[in-house]
């Protein structure tokens, strides 16, 4: 039995946030659709909490860099504040198009200079206080005012002139110039009334007090670094309260360990499972196995030489890497086919540009004389004609005369990292050019520092794209070697600067996407990302557990790290589907899977200030 969700109704309008307007949504989304299990009638009593209500427990790799919205980057800490916050608009489950959320609906002057936004009638905070336009009103002007602030989302106010609330139900804001990402405001608007009596910025984790006051459709009720992070649902959520009675994310450092608790019903739902834990779980009972196309890119990113916004540099990347025949040289001795069957083993698309093809409006791949080939004799021969020659002992020498060796920063939870690190050491040492794999739990201090030469990269890219292409701009370098910033590796390039603010500005969906490719395009031709694979998303769920789901989009979707909160608030108790068909939903379709178990704790460590969500399988978005 399929059980589905039926679609409410919903206002014109609102992405899953991390900017820009959803103006150009993916239009080539894959199209195979998920089965779905039939639900048992089986209690689950791993998933059941001690007062005798279901529990979902989700297993997480990655940790938390901050419960503050101002300063969380990586994607499990986003995801959490998607089901704890209301943003201005929210992404249709189905297509991804703009629905509303706390905004319910939104015009522009003929300008587009002034926007306004009337908030949701009746909104409430958990905390029973009402939610009005002067919380918005508060949020967007607080990152107008204190860098702080603006460390997570700053990109989406930095073009605000004026943010005003004339009435509780009124949110206006007036742009310097127009702005393309004014229905994709991808910001966790937060409670004035609790936030005003917050001092430094920079420094407040809001892990202290539970439970944490918001209006999604979940409340965070308790939090342990690198252990867990539980919820409870909120009642009095417009869209209506989830089903179950705990959403607990259970942190685990080992993949094989978070797959052994599904196993035995420890937990309900594990996401980024490798090729060869994904094949052990299809032949499990009650354990259903989802492979859809993904979000996110799998990248080498090289160290262009960390900088700050003051003009002083800082970190020690290898000087070699500024020159782009040793880039090239590199690059060229990626054979991304045999990573994508090697490595992902098939669950995965051969890398090239920037935005995953699931984007189609935005996916752009190189062709031609632009296209780096895996080559290993054009390497070598790029190597050779920059002067980059060997010496007896078949070891590429470096312009100081030293043998070139480069470190790769390697995320120690995530086996492909380690899996493409042998390969990379295997094809650059047939270069002369000596590899080492620095693995660790947590590698934003140095990354943060510029203290690598590459490392393993990866973002979650939503609908609108504006987001993780800002990351790449000049404004998002830290202010000082002392400061952190936006930046994802300190890349910093004129030409696509120029690009991304013509793109910022442009209301045309199709002149829009064409800046957006030859965005990508610039940033393939500077050699400092390389994209090697587009990983599916392949995760597994406990049928016995959880009755239905809805998955994002809707046919081939993905449930981890959705656009919006719809997995986790649409899930439906196995031991309630029986019977019970007034689930009220998105509109999309759900899909059979189980629940199950104890403690859903999720991504701990709460490495202060802001780390990027980039880190692991699970970088956001």
């Known amino acids: 039995m399929v059980t589905k969700v039926p679609s409410s109704p919903l206002p014109r309008r609102s992405r899953r946030p991390r900017r820009t307007a959803r103006l150009l949504l993916a239009a080539g989304l894959a199209t195979a659709s998920l089965a779905a299990l039939p639900a048992t009638t089986a209690t689950a009593t791993a998933g059941d909490d001690k007062s005798g209500g279901t529990t979902l427990t989700v297993a997480v790799s990655q940790s938390i860099d901050s419960l503050s919205p101002f300063l969380a980057q990586k994607l499990t800490s986003t995801s959490i504040h998607r089901l704890a916050y209301e943003y201005l608009t929210n992404y249709d489950a189905k297509d991804a198009r703009t629905v509303p959320a706390f905004a319910t609906e939104w015009s522009s002057s003929a300008d587009k200079l002034t926007w306004t936004y009337k908030i949701r009638e009746g909104s409430t905070w958990s905390d029973g206080k009402p939610a009005t336009a002067e919380d918005a009103a508060w949020t967007f002007g607080k990152m107008m005012t204190d860098p702080n602030a603006a460390t997570a989302n700053g990109s989406f106010t930095a073009n605000f002139a004026e943010v005003t609330a004339p009435d509780a139900k009124t949110l206006v804001i007036r742009l310097k110039k127009p702005q393309a990402t004014m229905t994709a405001l991808d910001v966790p608007i937060v409670p004035k009334h609790v936030w005003e009596k917050v001092g430094d910025f920079s420094k407040f984790n809001n892990d202290q007090q539970f439970p944490i006051v918001g209006n999604g459709p979940f409340v965070i009720t308790d939090f342990k670094v690198d252990q867990y992070i539980k919820l409870k649902p909120n009642k009095t959520f417009w869209r209506g309260a989830p089903k179950f009675d705990e959403l607990v994310f259970k942190y685990y450092k080992d993949g094989d360990a978070a797959v052994a608790a599904l196993q035995k019903g420890e937990v309900s739902f594990v996401p980024n499972l490798t090729p060869a834990q994904a094949a052990a779980l299809k032949t499990q009972k009650d354990i259903r196995v989802n492979d859809a196309p ?23 990347g290898h000087p070699a890497l500024l020159d782009p025949a040793v880039r090239k040289a590199l690059f060229l001795s990626v054979d991304r086919a045999t990573l994508v069957d090697k490595v992902f083993q098939g669950h995965a698309v051969e890398g090239e540009g920037y935005i995953p093809p699931r984007f189609g409006s935005y996916f752009w791949k190189p062709e031609g004389t632009q296209k780096r080939s895996y080559d290993p004799a054009a390497a070598a021969k790029a190597l050779d004609d920059a002067g980059y020659r060997k010496n007896g002992d078949g070891k590429r020498l470096g312009k100081d005369g030293r043998p070139l060796a480069f470190r790769i920063l390697c995320h120690a939870t995530d086996p492909n990292d380690k899996a493409v690190a042998k390969y ?51 404004g998002t370098l830290p202010a000082t070697p002392k400061d952190t910033g936006a930046t994802d590796n300190f890349i910093c390039d004129k030409e696509f600067d120029t690009l991304y603010a013509r793109q910022a500005v442009e209301y045309d969906t199709a002149k829009r996407a064409d800046l957006v490719k030859r965005m990508q395009s610039r940033l393939y031709d500077t050699g400092y990302m390389n994209i090697m694979a587009y990983p599916n998303a392949l995760e597994a769920y406990r049928t016995d557990q959880i009755a239905s789901i809805t998955t994002m989009p809707e046919a081939a979707g993905n449930l981890w790290g959705q656009d919006g909160y ?56």
């Open 566 to 621: 719809w997995s986790w608030w649409s899930a439906v108790p196995a031991a309630s589907a029986s019977g019970s068909g007034d689930d009220s939903g998105s509109s999309s379709t759900g899909i059979a899977i189980g629940i199950g178990a104890a403690v859903i704790v999720v991504a701990g460590g709460l490495l202060l200030l802001r780390t990027r969500r980039r880190a692991t399988a699970d970088d956001r978005e």
């Open 424 to 474: 990379l050491q295997e094809w650059w040492g047939a270069l002369g050019i000596g590899l080492t794999v620095e693995c660790l739990d947590s590698v934003s201090d140095p990354w943060v520092k510029g203290d690598y030469d590459l490392a393993f990269d990866g973002w979650s890219v939503n609908p609108d794209p504006d987001y993780v292409l800002s990351i790449h701009t000049c």
């Open 294 to 316: 993904g979000r996110r890119f799998y990248a080498l990113a090289t160290n262009p030489g960390a900088r700050a916004k003051d003009g002083k540099t800082f970190g020690n």
